[in-house]
């Protein structure tokens, strides 16, 4: 018989394996290549940017035994750049962001967590938030009551829930919206509004 010999290439990790290559160098083309890619996928802040470019420089300077930190103000040029270039504004971001998440149902709190969580700064928050309330004439609790409604409907809370089941969810949907952000005054006020002209789905 005869026996069929199947040659096996060595493993690249082995020990005869040619040591990897490590990536190239951090430089300041390969920062802004970095920085076009990530913004031509996300709408980002300023401190967005800066803490994407830093988690890649620790990583490529990681495999090059080098220090992240020699690197910073490469990274602060990167995201100077983008700035002055208006691939980054941390206003418009914030302007955008609060429409979306007002969509949502996200409370006046809510928003301004989830904004500082993008390092967004608190001046350019509330500057948002005050255009905002311009354009619903001043009114802040018509804002504030919309998101609410909007929560409500998304989450199937109060008027949105079947008639046969609001009396008996009410204290825990009252608890949701408290955690959302909303006063209790304005949750109680959701919670047992009408469901006429609420476009709830059986």
């Known amino acids: 018989m ?32 970095a920085a076009l890619h990530y913004l031509e996928r996300y709408s980002a802040s300023a401190e967005m940017l800066r803490r994407t470019l830093a988690r890649r420089v620790e990583k490529r300077a990681r495999a090059r035994e080098e220090d992240p930190a020699s690197f910073a103000e490469l990274i602060e040029a990167t995201v100077a750049r983008a700035l002055s270039a208006g691939l980054v504004d941390d206003a418009r971001f ?4 609060l429409a979306t998440l ?6 006046t709190r809510g928003v301004s967590a989830k904004l500082a969580a993008k390092g967004v700064p608190r001046a350019v928050v509330e500057a948002a938030m005050e255009a905002e309330r311009e354009e619903a004439d001043d009114d802040r609790q018509a804002v504030e009551a919309e998101a609410a409604l909007a ?9 949105f829930r079947r008639p046969d089941q609001r009396a008996a969810h009410r204290d825990r949907d009252l608890a949701a919206l408290a955690r ?16 006429d002209g609420t476009d709830r789905e059986d």
């Open 151 to 159: 929560y409500a409907k998304r989450r199937r809370l109060g008027p």
């Open 102 to 107: 007002r969509r949502r149902g996200t409370s």
């Open 180 to 195: 959302a952000g909303f006063g209790y005054g304005l949750a109680r006020d959701t919670v047992d509004a009408e469901p």
């Open 94 to 97: 914030a302007r955008a962001r």
């Open 2 to 33: 005869i026996r069929k010999i199947v040659a096996t290439s060595p493993s690249r990790d082995g020990p005869d394996a040619p040591p990897r290559r490590p990536p190239r160098p951090v430089t300041a083309a390969w920062l802004e290549r």
